[in-house]
């Protein structure tokens, strides 16, 4: 009977044997395309867009090329949309054109340990594969490299799905008129155009954003045309290739790097295959995960492996080096909000804050944010959320991304918004950016639509974003301070002349100096903020008039984050200005003002970046920062020595010694 059983087994086992064949690459992804993001005709239209404009902005700023790209789109019969995606960048040699867009997973970037757009040299084939699938047109390249005597090459490309290699047809040099350089990829797809918060105008607006040095033009299927107008000239830092941080290795990748690596030793193959360990800190390591320095790294065992890790995270490692970062920087973050946002008139940008460099299974990463309030952003419905990863928007599966969770942990009730229970999405006028650069963003597919929810990158999220929401919940109750103290200061303005006029006429006497009663019922330094602009010669001059309504001399310091690309120290000569740092943080020392008298301070602002500062980012120093109206006290990180709190100030306190004055004023004024 065992024998029967064993006799039929063996030819059922043989027959699946003979079923079994290898699968290519470019044939799973075919069968498996919602992996790449092309699961719906609007949003296949989308993700085909989105992977040639963000090898466009690569290209360019590799070839340190001001970034000009073009998106053009034709609607034809049966939900067939003609795109063409057109950049000037350094242009592609021609015998690799087929390879890189006719060949899934081939690039340049995927080894690399350096921050990009593109990672894994899927994108731009995957949607010349997909154009093919839904509409049987190939589709159409072009490209120019730099020189006067080289000519365009262009060319008619399918991927071959079994052997995942290009079929290129009619490849034909040709003269490229008005062009020195640069690539466009043309190509046929089945989609369906939307409008909205998904839409392609919506990615280019938000590309726009975080990516102020290009200029972004979109004729959309009806033939309207939109311009992104370039917010900037200023190119981001180039980011270079580093070796893995050993912070946060997994112990397949420890084994995975000791069994390829050319070094002799384990001393040796921590000191110069990882970043940031040096010969000390190596023998630090081994020497606490009870290993010898001369073993060679091929013979480390797996339980040896999870001992240098569990070494690594005991022995303090200086942070990932952040060269091999590009990330947007807390000037152009809000250059590039204020440009696209302009329509919306926000009431307040605050200070963008970008974190420290940290690492995740040995891949540095750097967390920024921003928040912007009121204006005309809609204030009945939950805040916008912009997402991002290396400068590229995140429009789909808002949900599981870290981003979202992140935003949903932290209780915004404390800052001035609206959150039911204390979680979830805020509800207000507000919207929230939050950009993660990262040499390898962990995204939850190969879609790249969404961050892990990895905890040491929430973490770092939710810690720029209490530090955004600060600085909004400080701008909020210095406005509701202002506006008090506005009314405040009109009713004792008109009301108290008016009394001591007619008291004087009918008591027949001069009419008294109210100053120092003006100022004892106000009991504020107040710092009034004005400017003169104009925006066609890029210029601003601002003022800052320091009233003292207090009954003594008070002196202080003021303080201003500027931005730098746009002062020119000429421009600061007034009798009060002291200095001003490399990173734009400026001083003006301001002696005593006696009371019921005032100073200003005047400076000017002229360039692109000059309509980055903001009236509100002013700080005092010397004077207790309670009697101060219009100013917050200066930070404690912002490393500038101010003055020192005078013993007067010190001893200020805010009383209610006018409250009833003020009220009977106020009752008089009313009657």
Known sequence: MAETAKKKTVPTAEKLASKQQEISVTEFFEKNKHILGFDSRSKSLLMGIKEAVDNSLDACEEANILPEVLVRMKRLPDDDYNVMVEDNGPGIVHKMMGNVFGRLLYGSRFHALRQSRGQQGIGISATVMYGYM??????????????????????????????????????????????????SIEYTIKGRYITGKQSIFEYLKNTAIVNPHAKITFVDPDGKTFIFERATDIMPEKS?????????LEIGDLLKYAQRTEQKTVKSFLTNDFSRVTPRIADDIL????????????????????????????????????????????????????????????????????????????????????IVYGGDIPSDGQVTILRFANRVPLLFQPGACAITKAISNIDWRRYGLEQRGGKGIPFGPA??????????????????????????????????????????????????????THAKFEIVQEILPEFAEKSAKFLNRPVPNLDRTISKIMNVVWVEPSEKKEKKKKFRKVTYTVYNYTQAERKLCLHSQLPKEAVNLTLFSGEFFTEMNDEGKATWTIPPIPPAKSVEVTFELTGDMSEVFTLDDVYVSGINPVMVMGAEQLPGDWGIKGMEITELDSDYVEDDTDAEALEEVEDLGDE
């Open 431 to 484: 919207i929230i950016l939050v950009h993660i650069a990262s040499t390898k963003v962990p995204f939850t597919s190969e879609g790249k639509e969404a961050v892990a929810d990895l905890p040491e990158i929430q973490s770092e999220i939710e810690l720029a974003l209490k530090l955004c929401a600060r600085s909004l919940k400080s701008h909020l109750n210095k406005e509701e301070r202002r506006r008090k």
């Open 287 to 370: 020497k606490e995960a009870g290993i010898k320095p001369e073993m060679k790294p091929s013979a480390l065992t797996h339980e040896q492996c999870k001992e240098i890790i569990k070494a690594i995270d005991k022995v303090k490692i200086m942070a990932p080096p952040t060269d091999c970062l590009s990330p947007i920087g807390d000037t152009l973050i809000k250059k590039g909000l204020m440009h696209v946002l302009e329509g919306m008139r926000p009431d307040y940008y605050a200070p963008p804050v970008t974190r420290a460099p940290k690492s995740v299974n040995g891949n540095p990463f750097i967390v920024e944010a921003g």
């Open 134 to 183: 839904t509409t049987g047109k190939p589709a159409h390249v072009q490209s120019k490299i730099e020189g006067e005597d080289e000519v365009a090459w262009g060319m008619d490309i399918v991927i071959d799905t079994k052997t995942n290699k290009p079929i290129i047809t009619n490849d034909k040099p040709f003269t490229w008129e008005g062009k020195e350089h640069g690539t």
């Open 240 to 248: 270079k290739e580093i070796k893995p941080h050993p912070t946060g």
